[in-house]
């Protein structure tokens, strides 16, 4: 079973729609869960994380957290077609300090 | 300012040779990471340093060593590079106390 799974897209939306990305996980005892956006060619670049349930917003994007159901979601307000990129969940594990996992990442395009 | 650099930013080289990639950050972390990114986009953790002591180690190839000199640099070495190290390496930074980490732009390792 795979640590942390999203779906791989590619996910289109048109312009000035949520978009909603998920990402479920496997190790209960997580505890902090970030997304990462990662341009062709580029590194990947956090834009948001949550170490606790429920959601938290910065500017459009909206991060939530189910630690029950094992999932974390991201929605994006007001899609921009600067916002087309691949999406990368991560999640940390219980060894080691700061080990990260990640998922393999959903393509978002957004249509203008 | 750049918060993590790489260099060299492309490597080409042949099966057999000997190669090192640099990393500095400049944000006063205290980890350091190692991340291979394969042609799937799949990012996955090699290393990370904390205070100049290893203390995660996934299961890669001995032919592949970190080094670093001090807190603000991670260096990595590769031994007799195979076709298969031919991928993507992104170094990374945190504060130990915090998930966060940062990214450096990538090493592009083509090995023929």
Same mark, same amino acid.
């Given at each position: 079973? *795979? ?11 048109? =312009? ?11 190790? !209960? ?7 990462? !956006?990662?341009?062709?060619? *580029?590194?990947? =670049? ?9 959601? *938290? ?9 189910? *630690? ?25 594990? !219980? ?11 959903? !393509? ?5 | 300012?750049?918060?993590?650099? @790489? ?6 080289? @042949? ?13 006063? +972390? ?6 291979? @990114? ?24 001995? $032919? ?8 603000? +640099?991670?260096?990595? +070495? ?19 106390? $915090? ?8 090493? $592009?390792?083509?090995?023929?």
């Amino acid at each position: 079973q *795979k640590e942390v799974e999203q779906n791989s897209g590619p996910l289109s939306v048109p =312009e000035g729609a949520i978009a909603s990305l998920n990402c479920t996980y496997s190790d !209960r005892g997580s505890q902090s869960f970030f997304w990462y !956006r990662q341009y062709s060619g *580029k590194s990947p =670049e956090l834009i948001m994380f949550i170490y606790s349930n429920g959601d *938290k917003e910065d500017g459009r994007f909206t991060a939530q957290l189910n *630690k029950a159901s094992q999932y974390v979601s991201l929605l994006i307000r007001d899609s921009q077609p600067s916002d087309s990129a691949t999406y990368l969940c991560a999640v940390n594990s !219980r060894v080691g300090a700061n080990n990260l996992f990640f998922g393999t990442g959903t !393509r978002l395009t957004v249509i203008p | 300012d750049t918060a993590v650099s @790489q260099t060299p930013k492309y490597l080409v080289t @042949q099966m057999g040779n000997d190669k090192s990639i640099k990393c500095e950050q400049n944000l006063g +972390h205290d980890t350091m990471y190692w991340y291979k @990114q394969d042609s799937k986009k799949f990012l996955k953790i090699m290393f990370s340093y904390n205070n100049k002591e290893l203390i995660i180690n996934e299961t890669v190839p001995n $032919r592949f060593s970190p080094k670093s000199p001090d807190k603000a +640099h991670l260096n990595l +070495h590769i031994n007799s590079l195979e076709l298969g190290d031919s991928a993507v390496y992104f170094c990374a930074s945190s504060q130990e106390d $915090r998930g966060e980490q940062y990214f450096g732009p990538g090493t $592009r390792l083509t090995v023929t």
